[in-house]
């Protein structure tokens, strides 16, 4: 039984093909995911947590609005604007959707640059993002404003199941709570990035710990996320 | 056997990971209070989490003060007996062993044994702890709020947890459900060190292949929670809505006290679903952590290499994974489309499988050992036993057919008490008394400790074995007294009466543990780096209690896995997983 367990001295284990190669891959030395940082590590695991708390809200919106016996209100008609007489469905919330894509796209570009070492232009676009987020928070409390003054309260609303608000008032509440986080983040990175915290590995307040312009991508890694769950609200909450 | 000197460290890859930049502390709150030291944060889950743990048990008295001789005891109504009962599982289940396993072993483990010099974040670890404590002193609070605890069960099934017949209504609930979604913040933030930690920070020639099964144990314990407690998360966030703005997410239209209630349209059963998709895996979560330790201390004590490590982490793997499809089983009476029943049931059967490979594997590496009977090894032999009885019927509570009858009744406390009750406190017990030398540097009383282990083994089987059979007579469970019954015979509640004395017994002899604990701190024999001459790095450190850092100036360098016991040829009956192979060539020649 010791062989099995022991290394080999001077021989680098043959490359295995398939699944096998795979699980060795996995289990090798010291770490699983080669060239992954810590930090990264657990942004993605972190991630896959909060991918459940978002299945489990939106299953249970789910649920809630297919046992319902009372009828659903309809989304295009409750979300629709009138913009210069125009009556336009769904319109604050395509916007909304753009500004958060966009600002996944300046997001990925502040990533780049940070690479690059490219402390204003990091800062800048960081800001930028910062900037598309809180614009999207800022509709979405119009949005919230816009409904309750129409009476749509979390236990009930004019047009039908009172879990429409419930399920509205709590998913978009946790979902912006999440932009709200990210934004603060960005803030403060941009502030960090732009101070040059991470060209003198400065160290951090809280931790003690020297940062490193990888801190923007895994950032970023957060804010795509919350990007990505919007579309996925979107698609349930609104369009269905 | 750290003074071994290094030479064997050709072949084995360069350092992957740079070194811990280790935040040294500087005074004495952030050396003890405020740590950042995954050890000192151990100590005090451990310390929190038993605390707690101590309130649930004298609940547990309490009820069973009540069971045992109704009508005695004025001072218990039958409010504050749904309270106890409530808050008695919660704290078991929750704040106890989750935090205990995984917040108390998990820190103080898993940095040691895969030698690592810390977590990966000791600023989020020690915020972790702070918010476990804060949410304990928020579940304690409850019991002294108006209107006490929340009466609801543990299962806190909606709508009676948050209507006004329920005991705890005002604050009680709001209280707990705010409770839990801390407890699941402050995991989180640990959960995610531990994981990170084990697969990103392990030391030189330390592959997962190589983990003690310790580490996989609740290295899969901890990757279940961080994907289960996200639907007990979303669960209290709803009921809490539910009660405190008046949604009706699990709430149906009802009449309560007369009157039609202000709900309507919710599912009762959407939140039965939510908390089990939880509550099961959660049974994993306290167990497969049971399972990896058990399997160390047999190994050590029986001084034979683990039989089927590969097989081991697969099942553990396979435990978890299965474990996350089995949710409905504690669902068959709830009115769920009944032909679910067949799906949970199937699998629920093929857990047994992996389970049974564990249990087989246990004993194979007991057969022809060399085993030293002494107290955690005795810890975990009960363990084994408790465990199989509890897995047996838990067979008959996975089918529809037999659990419909035996649902709510004693039967099914017996079997869950049994499998997850007492079977994970014995592996608590157990490695308390294997690994206090590493914390302490001292050995506890052995004879105090057999004493401890009899008690709590035979005590324990006293209490819970007549349970089942009270529960096949139909004895219900959570009923404050049986009242006049017919189906009910007399001598059930003289057996009632007879495990509360030994219920109340049990209860009172862990104190002699206490005082062990307290007693071997000041007075206890030394003990040395390397009491139990095991393999596994946490007993190699240079220091005992291990230091600041762990390792001293150089990290250990791993050249084999965690169960080289009684190798033939080799001069010890043991050697180390930081022993470099020139030191055993003979052992090779030996073996090969």
Redesign the interface.
């Known amino acids: ?11 680098s284990p043959a490359q295995l093909d398939g699944w096998r190669g795979i699980a060795t891959d ?9 060239n ?4 990264k ?2 942004m993605w ?2 991630l ?3 991918t ?2 978002f ?3 939106l299953l ?1 919106y789910m ?2 609005r297919m ?4 009828p659903w209100p309809n989304p295009s008609e409750v979300f629709a604007l009138n913009i210069a007489g125009n009556h336009i469905p769904l319109i604050l919330i395509a916007i909304m959707t753009f500004v958060l894509i966009s600002s996944s796209g300046t997001m990925a570009m502040a990533v780049n640059f940070g690479y690059r070492r490219d402390r204003f232009r990091t800062a800048a676009l960081m800001l930028v993002t910062a900037a598309f987020g809180a614009t999207f928070v800022g509709m979405q409390a119009f949005e919230w404003t816009k409904l309750i003054m129409e009476g749509v309260r ?2 009930g609303n004019p047009w039908g ?3 429409f ?2 399920s509205f008032f ?1 998913i978009t509440g ?1 979902h912006g709570t999440h932009v709200t986080i990210g934004v603060i983040f960005l803030i403060a990175i941009a502030r960090k990035v732009l101070r040059g915290d991470f060209d003198v590995e400065r160290r951090g307040f ?5 940062g490193y312009y990888e801190i923007v991508e895994i950032t970023g890694l957060y804010w795509h996320f919350v990007d990505l769950v919007w579309v996925f609200i979107f698609a349930f909450f609104y369009l269905w | 056997m750290v003074d071994i000197p290094y030479e064997g460290t050709r072949g084995i890859p360069p350092a992957e990971v740079p070194d811990v930049e280790l935040y040294h502390p500087r005074s004495w709150w952030t050396r003890y209070v405020f740590s950042q030291d995954a050890k000192v944060i151990a100590i005090q889950y451990s310390l929190t989490a038993s605390a707690i743990g101590l309130v649930a048990l004298v609940l547990s008295w309490l009820m069973r003060l009540q069971l045992g001789f109704p009508g005695t005891f004025s001072f218990i109504d039958a409010n504050q007996y749904l309270q106890f009962i409530t808050m008695h599982g919660m704290i078991m289940v929750i704040y106890l062993l989750t935090a205990l396993f995984l917040g108390g072993f998990g820190n103080y483990l898993i940095p040691l044994m895969v030698g690592a010099r810390d977590m990966v974040f000791p600023y989020v670890n020690m915020l972790s702890y702070w918010v476990y404590l804060l949410a304990v002193l928020v579940l304690a609070s409850t019991f002294f709020v108006p209107g006490g605890p929340t009466g609801a069960g543990w299962t806190l099934y909606p709508p009676q947890a948050i209507l006004s017949g329920t005991p705890g209504q005002d604050w009680g609930i709001i209280l707990m459900m705010s409770s839990l979604i801390l407890f699941i913040i402050g995991f989180t933030m640990g959960g995610l060190n531990y994981v990170v930690t084990v697969l990103q920070a392990r030391t030189r020639g330390m592959t997962l292949m190589r983990l003690p099964l310790t580490v996989w144990g609740i290295f899969t314990a901890t990757v279940m929670a961080l994907l289960a407690f996200p639907a007990l998360f979303v669960a209290s966030v709803m009921l809490l809505l539910d009660r405190l703005l008046g949604t009706s997410f699990f709430m149906p239209a009802l009449v309560e006290m007369g009157t039609l209630s202000k709900y309507g349209g919710g599912s009762p059963l959407l939140f039965q679903h939510l908390f089990w998709f939880f509550g099961h895996p959660e049974v994993y979560i306290v167990a497969l952590p049971a399972f990896g330790i058990v399997s160390d201390l047999i190994s050590t004590h029986a001084r034979k290499n683990i039989f089927g490590y590969r097989m081991m982490v697969w099942a553990i793997v396979a435990i978890g994974a299965l474990s996350f499809i089995v949710w409905a089983h504690h669902m068959y009476v709830s009115g769920m489309f009944p032909q679910f029943g067949y799906f949970f049931a199937t699998t629920t059967l093929i857990i047994a499988i992996p389970t049974a490979i564990k249990v087989y594997n246990w004993v194979l590496t007991l057969w022809r050992g060399d085993i030293h009977l002494r107290v955690p090894m005795l810890f975990a032999l009960g363990f084994i036993i408790t465990f199989v009885n509890g897995g047996l019927t838990g067979l008959f509570l996975g089918n529809v057919v037999v659990d419909v009858p035996l649902s709510d009744t004693m039967f099914v406390v017996a079997h869950f008490h049994m499998v997850m009750g007492v079977a994970p406190i014995m592996v608590v017990l157990g490695a308390i008394y294997h690994w206090y030398p590493k914390v302490t540097g001292r050995m506890l009383n052995d004879a105090l400790g057999k004493f401890h282990f009899w008690v709590t083994f035979l005590g324990a089987y006293l209490i819970f074995f007549p349970m089942h059979y009270l529960g096949l007579l139909g004895v219900p469970r959570r009923y404050f007294e049986l009242g006049d019954t017919t189906f009910i015979p007399s001598s059930a509640h003289s057996l009632n009466a007879f495990i509360s004395v030994v219920a109340l017994t049990v209860g009172f002899s862990q104190l002699v543990f206490l005082f062990n604990l307290a007693w071997s701190l000041f007075k206890g024999e030394a003990s040395g780096g390397n009491p139990w001459r095991a393999t596994t790095l946490e007993w190699q450190t240079p220091e005992t209690p291990p230091g600041h850092g762990n390792w001293g100036k150089e990290l250990p360098v791993v050249y084999r896995w965690a169960y080289d016991y009684s190798v033939p040829g080799a001069a010890e009956d043991f050697i180390p997983q930081n022993q470099p192979p020139r030191a055993t060539q003979h052992v090779q020649g030996a073996a090969s």
């Open positions: 039984m010791a062989e099995t367990g022991l290394t080999n001295p001077g021989q996995w289990a090798s030395d010291q770490r699983a995911f080669k992954v940082s810590w930090g590590a657990m695991i972190f896959l947590s909060d459940f708390i299945s489990c809200f249970s649920t809630a046992s319902t016996t009372v979390p236990w199941a009172p879990q608000g419930a709590m946790f809280f931790t003690s710990r020297k």
